[in-house]
């Protein structure tokens, strides 16, 4: 809404750094703290892995994949060209740590989702329309420049209208994240309180309060 008022044109609102994108930076940053903190707070170190990936996507959000670098360090050319090896170092330690996190979570969480997605778990469901908002928002990341080897052309407004849904989507995206992270965090909390009526809940029957960034 701050960017409505103070804008001069929408696309400044939809521009890269724009308000809309900043927001979105700024609800996967303080998921990823709610996580560091009841990480730490709990001592459950176990679950690092969804702290640093869901801060990799905030700080993706804000380019510090290519700020720090000649190349970005998902691009292979970094690694392959004649950049500093100081910077192909740092890359790689990012990738590696990037790719370790990602099979710790599916590993550790995937099974758990999948149960709590057929026990009908709210926070399930979020997490799934979640990836595939950001999948919509990745395909329509540069729409025009993907279809044009295949000799499709869109027109201005079709393209522009692809990069601003797309940054809509990484919003309603973020928010979503700072949802389920919010439930997570909830849950825990009454499940510490009152572990025994959550035992109840479940022998009754009753839809499991478990969500995959709470396991």
Known sequence: MTGMVTADTVTEIFAES?????TSVLFLL??????VIDILWRRDLGRWHLAVLVLAAGLREL????????SGILQLRLYSGNAPLLHKIIGAVVVILLVWAGL???????????RALRGGDVSAWLLLA?????GMAKTLDGLGR??????????????RTAGRSEEAMELL?????????GLSLIRRVADHRCPGGGR???KSGSIQSQNVLAE
């Open 18 to 22: 724009g308000p809309i994108e900043q």
């Open 173 to 181: 995206g973020a928010i979503l994240i700072l949802q389920v992270v």
């Open 30 to 35: 303080l998921s990823a703290l709610a996580l």
């Open 146 to 159: 993907k279809l044009a080897p295949l000799g499709i052309e869109i027109s201005d407004w079709a393209n």
């Open 130 to 134: 979640t990836l595939g908002l950001y």
């Open 200 to 202: 109840a809940e479940n």
């Open 104 to 114: 710790r979570l599916l590993r550790r969480s995937l099974p758990d989702w999948l």
């Open 63 to 70: 380019d510090w994949d290519k700020a720090f670098t000649d």
